[in-house]
């Protein structure tokens, strides 16, 4: 097992620390607490918070593609591969419950602050997109593609959002199940399309 380096062990921590409290609510002294180096070692690696900031969505980028490469290889077809990003909601539910999602948490908030980096937060977004629209697209949903990835991200968020709400782990697995087979309509309807001339 490979040992973190402190930068990359600052970069987790604040990663997990803004997930679970917020990027304003948590101060370098927290980070650093949680690292267990003093100040000044810590803003030998880092001068602001929001060159943090920035290593963190970096760093949730490179998670999030290694991720999406990881559902592209396990799924032997379209179908299996959105199943499995749906069923993301069921293996973080945990998560999900104490503190919401982990991209849509960051991007509100960033979004309220009306902070620099909410753009390149958001892009994290973009990628999931993008992933899905490839992945409808060859399911062979045409046109409609990037519909059904906007619609499968904001009812996502949604479950996430209610289910941190409400604390309720029934309300996902039947959310879950809700998409699951929406996603079977959507290629029992893809099938019936006579491919173009």
């Known amino acids: 097992m490979t040992t973190l380096s402190t930068r990359d062990q600052i970069i987790a921590a604040a990663d997990r620390?803004?997930?679970?409290?917020?990027?304003?609510?948590t101060s370098f002294a927290d980070i650093a607490q949680a690292v267990h180096i003093s100040r000044g070692n810590f803003?030998?690696?880092?001068?602001?918070?929001?060159?943090?900031?920035a290593e963190v969505i970096a760093a949730r980028v490179n998670k999030t593609l290694g991720?999406?490469?990881g559902l592209?290889?396990?799924?032997?077809?379209?179908?299996?591969?959105?199943?499995?990003?749906?069923?993301?909601?069921l293996r973080n539910k945990a998560?999900?419950?104490?503190?919401?999602?982990?991209?849509?948490?960051?991007?509100?908030?960033?979004?309220?602050?009306?902070?620099?980096?909410?753009?390149?937060?958001?892009?994290?977004f973009t990628l999931f997109r993008d992933w899905l629209r490839e992945q409808f697209e060859q399911l062979g949903c045409g046109a409609k593609s990037d519909v059904l990835a906007m619609h499968l991200l904001g009812r996502s968020q949604g479950v996430a959002t209610l289910a941190n709400a409400f604390h309720d782990e029934t309300y996902i697995q039947y959310?879950?199940?809700?998409?699951?087979?929406?996603?079977?309509?959507?290629?029992?309807?893809?099938?019936?399309?006579?491919?173009?001339?």
């Open 67 to 69: 991720m999406l490469a």
């Open 95 to 124: 998560a999900i419950q104490n503190y919401g999602c982990p991209v849509g948490t960051l991007c509100a908030e960033l979004a309220k602050l009306e902070h620099a980096s909410r753009d390149e937060a958001a892009a994290l």
């Open 17 to 25: 620390l803004f997930y679970e409290h917020g990027f304003e609510s």
């Open 43 to 53: 803003y030998y690696h880092f001068k602001t918070k929001d060159d943090i900031l």
């Open 175 to 197: 959310e879950v199940q809700q998409l699951c087979d929406w996603l079977d309509e959507q290629a029992a309807q893809a099938s019936r399309i006579p491919p173009p001339v």
């Open 72 to 89: 592209s290889a396990a799924g032997a077809t379209p179908q299996e591969r959105i199943r499995d990003f749906i069923h993301i909601l």
